[in-house]
Nanobody, 124 residues
Framework: QVQLVESGGGLVQAGGSLRLSCAAS??????FSWFRQAPGKEREFVAV????????YYADSVKGRFTISRDNAKNTVWLQMNSLKSEDTAVYYC???????????????????WGQGTQVTVSS
């Protein structure tokens, strides 16, 4: 079992920055992803970092603005979000994949463990 606790969401003006955190307990060296879900839309992939820390992938919509990172000693993953836009408004979820694949998955269905979600609201 893995427990994920997110923090760091909030209200920010367009162009601003936020940093989301996700602390995991129960297992270490796991692949972490961030997904988001806007009102009336399906949950979508945002970013992933592999259990080694060497595999990083981003959705095209956030590439160059968001950065995912991790600290294995703290078993924590962060999502630094810069140059925020109104279309980034959503509930952001941290997710964990225990499979340790070479290429980390970007598919929602591959993740068995989810955090409670944290709201990010970007005002224009």
């Amino acid at each position: 079992q893995v427990q994920l606790v997110e923090s760091g969401g909030g209200l920010v003006q367009a162009g601003g920055s936020l940093r989301l955190s996700c602390a995991a307990s129960g297992r270490t060296y796991i692949t972490f992803s961030w997904f988001r879900q806007a009102p009336g839309k399906e949950r979508e992939f945002v970013a992933v970092i592999s259990w080694t820390g060497r595999g990083l992938y981003y959705a095209d919509s956030v590439k160059g603005r968001f950065t995912i990172s991790r600290d294995n000693a703290k078993n924590t993953v962060w999502l630094q979000m810069n140059s925020l836009k109104s279309e980034d408004t959503a509930v952001y979820y941290c997710a964990a994949d225990l499979r340790r694949t070479v290429v980390p998955s970007r598919k929602l269905e591959d993740y068995d463990y989810w955090g409670q979600g944290t709201q990010v609201t970007v005002s224009s």
